[in-house]
């Protein structure tokens, strides 16, 4: 993440509020939510709280402290839920102690943990602390939001840049991904959150990068040059990616 995205909460009011907003909503329609949290990295960068709402406000950083389920959701970009926070014994250092000092918040029991992307290295997780099991309820809830949550993203670090250059790099980027997710969601027939993970998984397993195979993986499908946003930098893979990408998609098609 930049600093600048990093900052952004700090530096840009509307960002806060549309955030805080969110995550308020995300709230009163969990049931038994008691906070929620929007936790944000890129790169080799660690996880940093972004924005959070009610009790998340100090049990996340907790979980990115002592381990959590926002912690491993952000580790392995899957979904985490737990019954019971402070004994699940994946994150045996997460105690009531370790969270609340002086006050004694007995009411935390569940939460759940979304992971998902906005640029080829950004990723962000989405969380609830609940009182009660969260059941499949609370994350279907956050998959609602995910999407949102992802284009609020790239508006920030769009306008927050400050390098015009950077600004058309990442629309061209952003783009090419969604063309390559619409490939694979069509032959894999999966959501688009299997469809990205597919291409990330990919793009590290081949190490390129991931605008540059998704550019692949669609000139390869489709035959011909893929139709990049005018005025744009132009996304030009190099031999690694058009190969990488046609193993690939010999691997979806094979009989």
């Not at 290295?121 to 989405?126: I, P, W, Y």
């Not at 090419?176 to 997710?181: F, G, N, P, T, V």
């Not at 069509?186 to 195979?213: G, H, I, M, Y």
């Amino acid at each position: 993440m930049t600093e600048t995205l990093a900052n952004a909460a700090d530096r840009w009011k509307p960002l806060t509020e549309l955030l805080q907003a969110l995550l308020e909503r995300i709230a009163v329609e969990v049931p038994g939510c008691l906070g929620a949290a929007l936790t944000v990295s890129q790169g080799d960068r660690p996880p940093r709280v972004l924005a959070a709402a009610g009790v998340a406000e100090h049990l996340v950083p907790a979980h990115l402290a002592h381990g959590g389920p926002v912690a491993v959701a952000a580790a392995t970009g899957e979904p985490v839920t737990t019954d019971d926070l402070f004994g699940d014994p994946r994150w045996p250092e997460l105690t009531r102690d370790a969270v609340f000092a002086d006050v004694r918040y007995d009411a935390v029991r569940g939460a759940v943990a979304l992971p998902g992307y906005w640029d080829d290295s950004g990723m962000f997780v989405l969380s609830a602390s609940l009182d009660r099991p969260p059941g499949p309820g609370p994350l279907a809830i956050l998959r609602r939001y995910e999407k949102l949550t992802e284009l609020t993203l790239v508006v920030a670090e769009t306008a927050t840049a400050g390098d015009p250059d950077q600004m058309l790099e990442l629309l061209a980027s952003r783009a090419a991904i969604e063309q390559a997710k619409g490939a694979i969601m069509a032959v894999r027939r999966c959501p688009p959150d299997e469809a990205w993970q597919t291409l990330r998984r990919a793009s590290q397993e081949f190490n390129v990068k991931v605008r540059e195979l998704a550019v692949a993986l669609v000139e390869h499908v489709g035959g011909v040059a893929v139709s990049q946003p005018e005025g744009t930098p132009e996304i030009r893979p190099g031999e690694p990616a058009h190969r990488a990408a046609e193993r690939l998609w010999s691997a979806f098609t094979a009989k």
